[in-house]
């Protein structure tokens, strides 16, 4: 099959959990498929290729709210006029375009990865027009996949067209990174540090993990593995709140780097409000770190045990949980994340493909 691809901004190397998951089931989906993934060109900075997998790299920009819909646009109207079989559109802003796909005989398939609007960085604006988008998707796709079990049962009544199924993300087999010169960079001990990751956005309230860590009276240092895209001002109260001799702000790391953190870290802390399903909790998981996480939906997904969850933006009670697990002898956990496999999860993926073509 021709399967085209947008609502990403790319990949290899581009920061974000829609952009892993990409990655790991195109990668798999290719050995039997021909891909064609379009990227947003001021995020592209590797030019890795791979088999099967065309990339078309369209322009862009970073303004907060338009950057999504130009590139949905201009990718939309490459595939009208390309040979694919089926459209995958990631998350429902970039399906604003899919009724141009029903003129068509191509099949569209949506994975909703998270409701945006719920974000804090959204404008009201903005919030009306992602709503929007989502009543089109799922008014037009033919299936709907859904990475959260949680906002499929929200909003799949309102599906018109298509089936809907819950896929997961994955995570791959960890690789222990015995190297220790990234910790030495930042006089980081090992198992003595709290590791976080992800984009510095509102909705991963780093502010709050901040604060609560602040209240800390111990020799540890918090991680903060992640970089900006839009949110300068978000990114300077961090900067500008954090104690640097304590907190640590690495940017964006990936590959070894990033491995070599997971591989040392004492305890992973997951403080957002909003997620869709956080690939960065289940690799922390497939490094058997212990892990405090925020009592949303997406955690409730992983099924932790009750010790390991605090209420969203209760700093107090985060700060006593870290606290308890800091004077705590280090003690590897194991996780059963038997069905997080990427394996798995592309070949669900290509069913759901196959099914629609027959």
């Known amino acids: 099959m021709n399967i085209s691809v947008y609502g990403l901004r790319g990949f290899p190397k581009i920061q974000g959990g829609v952009e892993t998951h990409c990655e790991n089931i195109y990668r798999r989906l290719a050995c039997t498929n021909h891909i064609t993934v ?38 939309a109207i490459h595939i009208l006029f390309n040979k694919s079989d089926i459209v995958h559109i990631h998350n429902i802003g970039p399906a604003f375009f899919s009724p141009l796909f029903r003129l068509t005989r191509k099949r569209i398939v949506l994975t909703y990865h998270t409701p945006n609007y719920e974000h804090s960085k959204w404008g009201a604006f903005a919030k009306f027009i992602l709503k929007i988008s989502e009543s089109i998707a799922l008014r037009y796709a033919h299936d709907v996949i859904f990475v959260n079990k949680f906002q499929m049962d929200k909003v799949k009544d309102r599906i018109y067209a298509g089936n809907y199924y819950y896929i997961p993300n994955g995570v791959d087999k960890p690789v222990i990174s015995t190297n220790d010169n990234l910790l030495k960079q930042w006089d980081l001990t090992k198992h003595k540090y709290i590791l976080a990751v992800g984009r510095l956005t509102p909705e991963k309230r780093f502010d709050s993990l901040i604060n609560a860590f602040l209240q800390l009276q111990t020799d540890w240092k918090l991680v903060i593995a992640g970089s900006v895209e839009t949110e300068r001002d978000y990114q300077q109260k961090l900067v500008t709140s954090a104690d640097h001799n304590r907190v640590i702000f690495t940017g964006f790391v990936f590959g070894e780097q990033l491995q070599q953190l997971y591989s040392h870290a004492g305890l992973y802390v997951l403080s957002s409000s909003n997620e869709g399903f956080p690939i960065v909790l289940l690799e922390a998981m497939s490094y058997r770190i212990p892990v405090i996480v925020s009592d949303i939906p997406a955690t409730r997904l992983v099924e932790l045990p009750e010790d390991c969850y605090f209420p969203s933006g209760d700093e107090k009670t985060l700060s006593g949980l870290m606290d308890y697990r800091i004077k705590q ?13 990427w394996d798995t999860i592309a070949d669900e993926t290509d069913r759901i493909y196959n099914k629609l073509i027959q």
Not at 41 to 58: C, V
Not at 329 to 341: E, G, Q, R, S, W
Request: charged letters at 25%; hydrophobic letters at 30%; a positive charge.
């Open 38 to 75: 379009y990227r947003r060109k001021p995020y592209i900075g590797s030019n890795e290729q791979f088999p099967n997998i065309r990339f078309i790299d369209l322009p862009s920009t970073r303004i907060k709210g338009f950057e999504p819909l130009l590139h949905s646009f201009l990718a």
């Open 329 to 341: 002898k280090y003690t590897p956990v194991d996780y059963n994340l038997a069905k997080y496999n």
